[in-house]
């Protein structure tokens, strides 16, 4: 299921097209880790593209890749497309809902792309993304989560813990994700983790085929 939830540093308009100051923030430290891991040839599926940010840049540095951007939202979608019009290995944005099972069969993908997504869905729907995600891969393909994670040993910054808190207060079956978990979903999956310290304290959880 898709939320309106209140976000600080939600997405404003600007030049005729939704901007997510979050997106321009951390969009070099995600290309550093994606850009030596992704292959030179294939497809790409991007999950809550948002704003569009991440796949425009993505598909602008890795010409050879084909990307398909995903996002529940119609705005957004608009948005995505206007972005991405003058790049042609970027797909029309299609409606995706991560909740829903079933998308998994339309890969293989050598990539699926995730940024800042698992904090705003609940457990049972990080499930069926993960899932489907594993399905959809090729083999060798490479899973990609970005964002604000809990992690087992560590107790959240100040920051972190309002954040958190202020998700569960709008939907208390929504919040920050312990990472431990979401590395013995992926393994028990058959994939193989990696986690990257970002910056921010954010996580980027790369997963194998
Ligand atoms: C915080 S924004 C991140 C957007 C983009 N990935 C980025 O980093 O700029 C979260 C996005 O997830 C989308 N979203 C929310 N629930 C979703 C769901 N169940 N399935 C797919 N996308 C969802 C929202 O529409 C929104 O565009």
């Not at 119609?74 to 003058?86: K, S």
């Not at 090729?138 to 107790?155: I, K, S, T």
Request: glycine fraction near 8%; proline fraction near 8%; charged fraction near 25%.
């Amino acid at each position: 299921m898709t939320r309106r939830l209140d976000l600080p540093d939600g997405a404003e308009a600007r030049d005729g097209l939704l901007h997510a100051p979050s997106a321009e923030r951390n969009a070099e430290p995600i290309l550093a880790v994606l850009d030596p891991r992704l292959p030179t040839a294939g497809r790409v599926l991007e999950l809550a593209s948002g704003t569009g940010q991440h796949v425009a840049t993505l598909a602008a540095r890795h010409p050879g890749l084909t990307f398909e951007p995903t996002e529940p939202d119609p705005l957004r979608r608009m948005t995505i497309d206007r972005r991405c019009a003058a790049l042609p290995n970027v797909a029309a944005a299609r409606d995706l809902d991560v909740s829903v099972a079933g998308w998994g069969a339309r890969g293989p993908w050598d990539a699926v792309v995730v940024v800042n997504l698992l904090h705003l869905i609940s457990d049972a729907e990080m499930a069926v993304l993960l899932d489907e995600a594993a399905r959809g891969l090729a083999r060798g393909g490479l899973f990609a989560v970005y964002g604000p994670f809990r992690r087992a040993d560590a107790p959240m910054t100040e920051g972190d813990a309002a954040f958190d808190a202020s998700l569960r207060s709008q939907d208390p079956a929504i919040g920050y994700k312990e990472a431990e978990v979401v590395e013995s979903v992926l393994a028990a999956l058959g994939l193989r983790p990696e986690r990257v310290e970002m910056p921010a304290n954010n996580l980027m959880v790369l997963a194998r085929r």
